[in-house]
C-alpha cells in the first residue's frame, strides 16, 4: 500500500474560465475560491481584467483566471481591450474551462468555442446557472450537444450561485493540469493587490447603482490608502468619461455616490479588518474607455 499522496505526482497550471459576457465566470471563480476575488453584476461586461485566483488542494494547486466576456460589437479601445486579455488568457492557459449558461446557446458562445478550437488547447465545458434551467429534462439534450461541439474532457452542469456539483468539476480539472511544482504561494488568494481589489469593489457598487450606458464609461481608480489612527483612509476616484455622467454618478444631493460609498466601505472593512474612511471623487477623462494612456494606466491595454 502506497501512502497517501505516494505514487500519484502533483499538478498545477493555469485554468483559464472564458465565455460570453454575464454566463458566470466571476461567480463561479468565487465560488471555486471561497472568497470574493472577482466582481459580479447582473450586467454583461463586469470584468475588464484577468484575474487570478487560487484553489490549493493536497494534489494540484489551480491558478484559476478569470477573464472579460468574449465579446462582439462595443468598438471602443476598451473592448478591443477586454477581448485581447480574455483571448491571450485562453492561448495561455494549461487547460482552458468554457463557461457557457444552460440551455443557452448564442452566436457569442460560438465564436468563443471557435477561438477554443482554434487556439489547440486542452478544454473542459462547464454549462453553469443550471438552478433555472427550465424544464429541467432539457438539460440532458443540452449536455450532449455540447458535447458534440468539441471534443472536450468533460462537461459539467453546475450551479456557481449554489455552490452545486463544484467538488467534481475541481477534481476533474486538477488532474488533467501538468506534472509540476505549485506556481503560487499557498497563502496568496490572488495576484491582484489591495488597490486593484478595492477599485474593483467600488466599480461593483457603482454599477448595480446605475442604468443603461453608465457603467461601461466608468473606471475606478485607488489613488491614495494609508494607515491613519488605526484606520484605512482610502482615496478613490471614479473617472466617467462625459462631463454630462458627473451628475448621475452623484445623484441628487450627492445621494447616489454616498450609497455607493456606504455598501463599498462595509465590504472594505470586511477585506481589511479594521475600520475605513473611504472618499471617493468622481472626475472626467474624456473617452477614457477609447484613450490608450487611460487604459494603460488602469492596467487595461
Ligand atoms: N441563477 C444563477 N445565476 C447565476 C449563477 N452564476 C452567476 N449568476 C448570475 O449571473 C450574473 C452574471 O454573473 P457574473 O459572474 O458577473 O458573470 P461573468 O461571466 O463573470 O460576466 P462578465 O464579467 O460580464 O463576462 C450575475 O447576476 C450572477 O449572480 C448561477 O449559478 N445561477
Ligand atoms: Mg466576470
Redesign the pocket.
Known amino acids: 500500500m502506497n501512502a497517501p499522496g505516494e505514487g500519484t505526482a502533483f499538478r498545477a497550471g493555469f485554468a483559464a474560465l472564458v ?10 471563480l468565487n465560488a471555486l475560491v471561497g472568497q470574493k476575488v ?10 475588464r481584467h484577468r484575474i487570478v485566483g487560487l484553489v490549493n488542494r493536497p494534489d494540484a494547486q489551480i491558478a484559476f483566471v ?4 468574449l465579446h462582439f460589437g462595443g468598438q471602443r479601445a476598451l473592448n478591443r481591450a477586454m477581448n485581447r486579455a480574455a483571448a491571450a488568457a485562453l492561448v495561455d492557459a494549461d487547460l482552458v474551462v468554457f ?1 457557457v449558461e444552460a440551455l443557452r446557446w448564442t452566436p457569442e458562445d460560438e465564436a468563443v468555442m471557435q477561438r477554443i478550437r482554434d487556439s489547440g488547447r486542452p478544454a473542459l465545458a462547464v454549462i ?5 434551467a427550465r424544464p429541467r429534462e432539457r438539460l440532458l439534450p443540452f449536455m450532449a450537444e455540447l458535447a458534440a461541439r468539441h471534443p472536450f474532457s468533460a462537461v459539467v452542469p ?5 455552490g452545486e456539483n463544484l467538488e467534481p468539476l475541481v477534481a476533474a480539472i486538477a488532474g488533467l493540469l501538468p506534472e509540476s511544482p505549485q506556481l503560487f504561494d499557498e497563502r496568496d488568494l490572488t495576484d491582484r493587490d489591495l488597490r486593484f481589489r478595492i477599485a474593483e469593489i467600488v466599480r461593483e457598487k457603482l454599477t448595480l447603482e446605475l442604468n443603461q450606458e453608465v457603467p461601461y464609461g466608468i473606471a475606478v481608480e485607488v489613488e491614495k490608502m494609508a494607515e491613519e489612527e488605526g484606520r484605512q483612509v482610502v482615496h478613490a476616484v471614479i473617472w466617467v468619461d462625459r462631463e454630462g455622467q458627473k451628475p448621475i454618478v452623484i445623484g441628487a444631493g450627492g445621494a447616489r455616490l454616498k450609497r455607493v460609498g456606504s455598501s463599498a466601505r462595509r465590504e472594505l472593512v470586511a477585506l481589511l479588518g479594521q475600520r475605513v474612511h473611504l472618499e471617493l471623487w468622481v472626475k472626467v477623462r474624456e473617452n477614457w474607455a477609447d484613450n490608450a494612456s487611460a487604459l494603460r494606466s488602469l492596467g487595461l491595454e
Do not use: C, E, H, Y
Open positions: 465565455g460570453r459576457p454575464n454566463v458566470g465566470k466571476s461567480t463561479l472577482s466582481i459580479v453584476t447582473p450586467r454583461p461586461q463586469t470584468t478569470d477573464t472579460p466576456g463557461v453553469n446557472k443550471v438552478d433555472k453546475v450551479s456557481a450561485q449554489r
